[in-house]
């Protein structure tokens, strides 16, 4: 049982930095392929990041790349998402999902494990 907690949401001001965590449980982290979706208000849950389970692979949306950063801190079993450049198209229930899966899939269904969201929203 993988168990996921986000935290790190807020409101920011458009062009504003903001960095979300994602707390996941076990010892073997760094086996896990982990990626963020959001979903904002009366939307679909869409795919924002993703990073392999070896760290070797990560993919961004087109929406994101470039203003978005993963990473993950294996020691404390943490993933990171970096956000700068936010704008107000941002703002969304940000989720940290994970998988055993060896690549980055971009849809949810892909994902058995999720945590419960963190709430960023970016004002104009």
């Known amino acids: 049982q993988v168990q996921l907690v986000e935290s790190g949401g807020g409101l920011m001001q458009a062009g504003g930095s903001l960095r979300l965590s994602c707390a996941a449980s076990g010892r073997a982290f760094s086996s896990y392929t982990m990626a963020w979706f959001r979903q904002g208000p009366g939307k679909e849950r869409e795919f924002v990041g993703g990073?392999?389970?070896?760290?070797?692979?990560?993919r961004y949306a087109d929406s994101v790349k470039g203003r978005f950063t993963i990473s993950r801190d294996s020691a404390k079993s943490t993933l990171y998402l970096q956000m700068a450049s936010l704008k107000p198209e941002d703002t969304a229930l940000y989720y940290c999902?994970?998988?055993?899966?060896?690549?980055?899939?971009?849809?949810?269904?892909?994902?058995?494990?999720w945590g419960q969201g963190t709430q960023v929203t970016v004002s104009s």
């Open positions: 990073m392999s389970g070896s760290g070797g692979s990560t």
């Open positions: 999902a994970a998988t055993t899966r060896l690549a980055v899939f971009t849809t949810p269904n892909n994902y058995p494990y």
